[in-house]
């Protein structure tokens, strides 16, 4: 199995990032897919989820700002990060979830600074 994030980089405040996940090894459709971050100092946490059948939910600290999406053919799901704030600085990791099976990506460096 394999997650592997993209697209993370250094962006000025009030900037847009978007991060891909590609899954593979796994039937990607069943998966509840997620994105989390660990800042510096900070214990990971959730940023946001999409279930298998495409319903979202968020970390208040990002809704209305980030969307998360999924490509159901290409076995990828996507962060669209909009208004983006210092203190979104963060490594961010892609997460699959079904039954009891977890698995997680490597995680992309996310910085957010003038």
């Known amino acids: 199995v394999q997650l592997v994030e993209s697209g993370g980089g250094l962006v000025q405040p009030g900037g847009s990032l978007r991060l891909s996940c590609a899954a593979s090894g796994i039937i990607f459709g069943i998966y509840n897919m997620g994105w989390y971050r660990q800042g510096p100092g900070n214990q990971r946490e959730l940023v946001a989820v999409?279930?298998?059948?495409?319903?979202?939910n968020y970390a208040d600290s990002v809704r209305g700002r980030f969307t998360i999406s999924r490509d159901n053919a290409e076995d990828t799901v996507y962060l669209q990060m909009n208004s983006l704030k210092p203190e979104d600085t963060a490594v961010y990791y892609c997460?699959?979830?079904?039954?009891?099976?977890?698995?997680w990506g490597q995680g992309t460096q996310v910085t957010v600074s003038s």
């Open positions: 997460n699959a979830r079904w039954s009891t099976t977890n698995y």
């Open positions: 999409i279930s298998s059948g495409g319903r979202t």
